[in-house]
């Protein structure tokens, strides 16, 4: 079943989105109001410095750590301004900084220090020996970025638990935001063609950001929802590579995927789009056998087209 229990997702989708910023590189948000004015000047104050310290890339992570220590003094409004272009700014960097880690005796530094996806910070500092790929490591962390590892290569990714610390003083959309993409940036659902987390939580995940779409239609970070959306729904319905939703040989449904689809309705849909996706297609599947006759592969190419077309 989703994640995000009815009941909250009720309350999410009464709160009211207001006034809008224009942001570094043409954005706009839209959410949490401006801070009380008698700590507009301590407010302002707090977002003059951080903007001196986010415009330059070679403070990246001093940006972050003030960001850190003053969010609190700056407000709901200005906190989520904030938030989203310090994130703005890692993913811009992110690329760039990567090239660092794809040198060979970077690579071969943490192969031979058996790196892996489960360890911690504290982990890794404790395993890399060389001086050099030890500050690199730091690096990552202070730029707000995780190391990963897939198909023998090492890389940084955008660790979105870090922006968590802000939650309290973002907008709701923006807390919300955040909590779907700690969740993927913690769990990823796919590794090397194949879907890693039970097809529950992936239903669940699909739920959440299908809920955030609807519920914060304004909002600066609902194209990103549904980029996010556009990956996971093929996958909700025709699973990967490597965990395919439809056996290549007898197009039968795998069987705990279609339990999974059974259980996410045991409550009720309401008016979550995938969700409601999912009842016609087990009606279908139901008609068919739980087979991916052509019936019901139209149907599915109908449903991903429109998620990965928008």
Do not use: C
Not at 46 to 52: D, E, L, W
Not at 68 to 83: D, E, F, L, R
Not at 137 to 150: A, F, Q, V
Not at 165 to 194: H, Q
Request: proline share 4%; glycine share 6%; charged share 20%.
């Amino acid at each position: 079943m989703r994640t995000l229990p009815d009941s909250l997702a009720k309350t999410a989708r009464a709160v009211l989105l207001g006034t809008s910023l224009t942001l570094a590189g043409g954005t706009v948000f839209a959410g949490a109001q401006p801070v009380a004015a008698a700590s507009t000047a301590d407010a302002q104050a707090v977002y003059n410095q951080f903007r001196k310290y986010v415009s330059n890339p070679a403070s990246q992570a001093q940006a972050r750590k003030y960001l850190m220590n003053h969010i609190s003094k700056a407000g709901s409004w200005y906190g989520t301004v904030m938030t989203l272009q310090l994130e703005n700014v890692q993913k811009a960097g992110l690329e760039r900084f990567s090239e660092k880690l794809y040198s060979d005796s970077v690579q071969k530094a943490l192969w031979d220090a058996q790196i892996n996806n489960d360890m911690t910070y504290t982990e890794i500092l404790k395993r890399v020996k060389a001086p050099a790929v030890r500050k690199l490591m730091e690096e990552i962390w202070d730029k707000g970025y995780k190391l990963e590892t897939s198909e023998g290569m090492y890389y940084p990714v955008m660790h979105y638990e870090g922006f968590k610390a802000f939650k309290p003083y973002v907008s709701k959309d923006i807390a919300a935001y955040i909590d779907i993409m700690a969740t993927e940036s913690n769990k990823p659902s796919t590794f090397d063609a194949g879907i890693v987390i039970t097809w529950d939580e992936l239903i669940g995940r699909a739920a959440n950001m299908s809920d955030f779409v609807q519920d914060y239609p304004k909002s600066n970070r609902t194209a990103a929802i549904r980029n996010e959306l556009s990956y996971t729904v093929p996958l909700v319905l025709l699973g990967s590579d490597n965990t395919p939703a439809y056996d290549y040989d007898t197009n039968a449904l795998d069987p705990e995927l279609r339990r999974a689809y059974d259980h996410a309705q045991t409550k009720g849909t309401g008016d979550n789009k995938v969700l409601n996706i999912l009842v016609k297609l087990v009606t279908l599947l139901n008609t068919f056998g739980n087979q991916k006759t052509p019936e019901v592969e139209a149907y599915l190419d109908q449903v991903v087209k429109q998620y990965t077309e928008l």
